[in-house]
């Protein structure tokens, strides 16, 4: 079927709100992971769902940044208070299950915080 | 975050050019993936490795995974123009939770000669 896919692909925001990215992964992927990609920089880590086990949020920054994912599909991903080192392009990427290493990446959501 | 050390930081192609990039981490990895980024797209996967020492071709593409499981290295060979982009490597711990999560070197920006 269709491929990741994220919404919007661009965010323009004030410093101090708040933003929720969304993040439709492959019908079917289990497996679901949001990475932060900051100018010229590779891609950071920030949390990962596999069905229902509680998420591993080890890679979030700071407790403005949490994600849900609803019915094992769709994911959100919310960063409170916005400040503007949070400027980045925030990637989902979903795999059909925890033994497989294939991660299909979306085209993300590009975050500007003015 | 922890980052893989990826080099060239970036080059200039000229077509039927052979092209060599590589990563090396001061952790082991039991897999280490190497992708492609075009501007305003996610990452997709080139090459994936899973054994030490193990030497892998996708068309043009050749990379392998170092026997100390540390390093690995990516050959572009009789570049075209279309091969101009973002490569990234990315070392995976294990499948699986953080062990799955990717640790992503820079990047190498792959740009035309002038």
């Known amino acids: 079927g269709a491929g990741v896919s994220q919404s919007p692909s661009n965010k323009v925001t004030e410093k101090g709100k708040d933003v929720e990215l969304r993040c439709d992964p492959i019908s079917g992927h289990t497996a679901l992971y949001w990475y932060r990609q900051s100018l010229g920089q590779g891609l950071e880590f920030l949390i990962y769902?596999?069905?229902?086990?509680?998420?591993?949020k080890s890679g979030l920054p700071s407790d403005r940044f949490s994600a849900e994912r609803t019915g094992g599909s769709v994911s959100t991903l919310t960063i409170q208070r916005t400040q503007q080192e949070d400027s980045a392009v925030y990637l989902c990427?979903?795999?059909?299950?925890?033994?497989?290493?294939?991660?299909?990446f979306g085209p993300g959501t590009r975050l500007t915080v003015l | 975050g922890q980052q893989l050390n990826q080099s060239p930081q970036s080059m200039f192609i000229q077509e039927g050019e052979d092209v060599s990039m590589n990563c090396t981490s001061s952790?082991?990895?039991?897999?280490w993936l190497w992708y492609k980024q075009d501007p305003g797209e996610g990452p997709v996967l080139l090459i994936a490795?899973?054994?030490?020492?193990e030497l892998t071709s996708n068309g043009r593409l050749t990379a392998q995974f170092g026997i100390t499981r540390k390093d690995s290295f990516l050959n572009i060979s009789a570049s075209i123009p279309s091969d101009v982009g973002i490569y990234f490597c990315a070392g995976q711990l294990g499948y699986g939770g953080s062990q799955g999560n990717l640790i992503f070197g820079k990047g190498t920006k792959l740009s035309v000669k002038p």
């Open positions: 769902f596999q069905g229902n086990s509680a998420p591993d």
């Open positions: 952790s082991i990895f039991n897999t």
């Open positions: 490795l899973y054994k030490a020492g």
């Open positions: 990427a979903s795999s059909s299950g925890p033994e497989t290493d294939t991660q299909y």
